[in-house]
Nanobody
Framework: QVQLVESGGGLVQPGGSLRLSCVLSGGILEKYWMGWHRQAPGENRDLVAS????????HYEDFAQGRFTISRDNAKNTVYLQMDLLKPEDTAIYYCAARLTNPGAYEYWGQGTQVTVSA
């Protein structure tokens, strides 16, 4: 059974940085196309960024482009989201997700990690 566990969230001031990690267990990371999503209170869960099996093809939503960096270390079964120049509107629960095919639906989700950007 594939499981995803996120970590690295917390409270940060505007303009600050956080690095989120997502560890996949019960499977082999290189088989999965990975994505980071986020959900703010009262909002839908939205894609933030995704990355291909090899890591050569990252994709970013417009709000993340230039500020966030998605990467993966298949040897460590870990995906990362480096977030810089954080804004209060980035406050949300961030979720890691995995899917076998692209395109396709994300099949596995982590429990999420809270990111709060506030002075």
């Amino acid at each position: 059974q594939v499981q995803l566990v996120e970590s690295g969230g917390g409270l940060v001031q505007p303009g600050g940085s956080l690095r989120l990690s997502c560890v996949l267990s019960g499977g082999i990371l290189e088989k999965y196309w990975m994505g980071w999503h986020r959900q703010a209170p009262g909002e839908n869960r939205d894609l933030v960024a995704s990355i291909s099996w090899s890591g050569n093809t990252p994709h970013y939503e417009d709000f993340a482009q230039g500020r966030f960096t998605i990467s993966r270390d298949n040897a460590k079964n870990t995906v990362y989201l480096q977030m810089d120049l954080l804004k209060p509107e980035d406050t949300a629960i961030y979720y890691c997700a995995a899917r076998l095919t692209n395109p396709g639906a994300y099949e596995y989700w982590g429990q999420g990690t809270q990111v709060t950007v506030s002075a």
